[in-house]
């Protein structure tokens, strides 16, 4: 993936709009009138301010107030006299034990701080969460706010979605990859593409010189997604696609290959990530001013909303946002915050919160501090509850819901001695399932060197097949709930989130936080903070700045050749010599002309572009001269 600069160079140093939008701090005129039959998004010609709407002013401040009060509340679980014999006991413990016990044997540092850089004291009590009402602030399982759990079984009722991501080379290379997962027990299909594809570029583009198929499938058309898909049911599996740019076209091809399988989109199940305000904040894969991205968003919202009901449509990904090097907390924070900015569009679309919060779901990484990661789970579910309830009113418990996807962390797999990451991956894995995840994609070991080998992919799968089947973790929910640790550092995330959130507010708005650079600096500031840690040998990566071994290559790797390159462009020149070019052409134009209405749906002909087999690269070139580009703030 070291040619990543090849595709960045390319972003032009200027805005440019074809069309006119609205202010920018608009998303643009969305009104609340029901779509009618021809796809045109009703608008009833109000003009919503984008910060307003997804960071009400004062909300985020009046919670976190409302919070810290909570925080500082007399006990209501723990009785008051036994809260004093406690702390009477622990201050005894202090004197008559730690304090000889430290003369000879200190502790190792005079702070511990973890990845966060919370402040971890040495052993928590029920002091520490004396404050905790247990109905109110935690909860059962399946009942509001959620932190013990989205369902009342859990993963005693299923295990949770065993979804590797799977993606390289040709489509006929991915799909014989995906046919090997589902015959060795994966539960649910998970597409990664091509630099590319991820762009909305065709693999003969000379943009995508020396990249087709090397960290992903690549796609050009319909008939590359027709391939990957053959022969496997798509009425009873799920299928993720982690894309976003060109989100629209390729959930248009997943309707198409569908078509061709005979299956309905409304029996279609799964994801597309989908979730462009990330890529601004993190992994930089956009093709168009965020504004015009959000209306197709929006288009794809209300597309979905009608005629594919089980079908995810945005999965609110804070995995790039950690690999871009944040902290736990601000993963936790910036999530959330792009989460609300969608559940705005989405009203701003005329939908109803109840319609489409339950197709919204979530994409969490999960690292190496095990606690802190379980804490970010179960926070996260109770800020999104108490958010969509209180600020949002809403009252259907399906939609206060937070479903999410883990996969751990790409970060924290290191090249030398590989094998290790096997067992940073166990960890990871355990963290994610003790969090209540919905579904779980294990890295493989040697993806620090390369794409996943089929021998790496499989002990990665097993990994989850253990966790689930030998460990017993599934046999009760949430089994850390009630550890005074864990309660504490789940109210201090959440705490935290929503201070970054009165932030992101003082800061004129999530859309200008990204636009301004404040939330990249925030990100970058961390990762920065971390690595000098590293360097000083303040936190240990075991093989990495501490028990280094002198090591040839260790590990056999997958290896892509030229030969994908050769044939996506065989491919792609044989679907223009024998498609219709005239019904590709006026798909196009009609596009083209959806494009510039921006009260029209252009989902609609998206799809009947991409049944006429035209290619990805010329959809998004119709965005491209209609919306524009875009040149991200310089972080300094």
């Known amino acids: 993936m070291v040619a990543f600069e090849n595709f960045r160079r390319y972003i032009p140093s200027q805005v440019r709009f074809s069309v006119p939008f609205s202010p920018l701090e608009r998303i643009s005129r969305f009104g609340d009138e029901q779509r009618q039959d021809n796809g045109k998004i009703g608008t009833s010609g109000h003009l919503l301010l ?97 932190v013990r759990g989205v369902y009342p079984t859990m993963y005693r009722g299923r295990p949770w979605t065993m979804r ?10 991915t799909n014989k990859r995906l046919h090997y997962l589902l015959e060795h027990g994966e539960t649910g299909l998970s597409i990664a593409f091509d630099m ?72 279609l199940r799964g994801t597309v990530q989908a979730d462009i305000l990330k890529e601004y904040i993190a992994q930089k894969e956009w093709a168009f001013p965020p504004e015009a991205h959000l209306r197709i968003i929006r288009d794809m919202m209300v597309y979905c909303t009608k005629e594919m009901p089980q079908w995810n449509y945005i999965s609110i990904s804070g995995y790039h946002i950690r690999e871009a090097g944040s902290s736990a907390v601000q993963e936790l924070a910036f999530t959330l915050a792009d989460g609300f900015a969608y559940v705005d569009l989405g009203i701003e679309a005329g939908l109803k919160v109840e319609d489409f919060a339950p197709r919204l779901s979530f994409f969490f990484n999960c690292g ?27 009252k259907d418990p399906r939609s206060l819901l937070l479903r999410t996807h883990a996969q751990n962390s790409g970060a924290s797999l290191t090249w030398q001695q590989p094998l290790n990451n096997i067992v940073r991956t166990t960890i990871e894995a355990l963290a994610t399932v003790l969090g209540g995840t919905q579904s779980l994609h294990t890295n493989s070991y040697d993806e620090a060197w390369a794409l996943p080998s089929e021998a790496a992919a499989t002990v990665a799968l097993r990994t989850q097949q253990i966790l689930a089947e030998e460990t017993g973790v599934t046999d009760t929910i949430d089994p850390l709930a009630g550890s005074y640790y864990l309660e504490w550092l789940t109210d201090e995330m959440e705490e935290r989130a929503f201070q970054y959130f009165d932030k992101i507010e003082r800061a004129g708005g999530l859309l200008n936080a990204i636009k301004t650079g404040f939330i990249q600096r925030e990100i970058a500031e961390n990762s920065y903070r971390y690595q000098q840690e590293l360097e000083k040998g303040e936190r240990v990566i075991v093989g990495v700045n501490k028990y280094q071994l002198e090591e040839k290559k260790p590990i056999d790797t997958l290896k892509i050749n030229e030969e994908a390159q050769r044939r996506q462009v065989a491919r792609m020149n044989s679907v223009r010599e024998t498609r219709d070019n005239k019904k590709v052409e006026q798909a196009l134009n009609d596009l083209r002309k959806t494009f510039k209405d921006e009260k029209a749906n252009s989902m609609y002909p998206m799809i009947k572009a991409v049944r006429a087999y035209a290619t990805l690269g010329e959809i998004m070139d119709v965005g491209r001269k209609i919306f524009g580009e875009y040149k991200e703030p310089p972080i300094l």
């Open 164 to 173: 590797m991501f799977s993606g390289f080379g040709t489509p006929e290379d």
């Open 50 to 146: 984008f910060r307003d709407r997804v960071l009400a002013k004062g909300y985020w401040k009046k919670v976190l107030d409302e919070i810290k009060q909570e925080r500082r509340a007399p006990p209501t679980t723990f009785d008051k006299k036994q809260l004093a014999r406690v702390k009477q006991e622990r201050l005894r413990w202090e004197t008559k034990t730690l304090k000889p016990w430290t003369r000879t044997s200190p502790e190792q540092k005079a702070e511990f701080r973890n990845l966060s850089n919370i402040s971890v004291k040495r052993v928590y009590t029920p002091e520490d969460v004396s404050h905790l009402n247990q109905s109110e602030q935690i909860g059962l399982p399946g009942e509001y706010p959620y």
């Open 196 to 267: 590319p594809t991820l762009y909305g570029y065709d693999p003969d583009s000379p943009r995508a010189e020396g990249e087709v198929g090397r960290c992903g499938v690549s796609v050009g058309s319909l008939k590359d997604m027709e391939i990957i898909f053959e022969g496997i049911p798509l009425e009873k599996v799920s299928t993720s696609m982690t894309i976003n740019a060109p989100a629209s076209v390729l959930t248009a091809m997943y309707v198409g290959v569908a078509e061709r399988h005979g299956v309905k989109p409304k029996e």
């Open 368 to 394: 190496m501090d095990f606690f802190e990661e379980v804490a970010k789970f179960r926070a996260a579910r109770r800020i999104w509850a108490r958010v969509l309830k209180d600020k949002y009113k809403v």
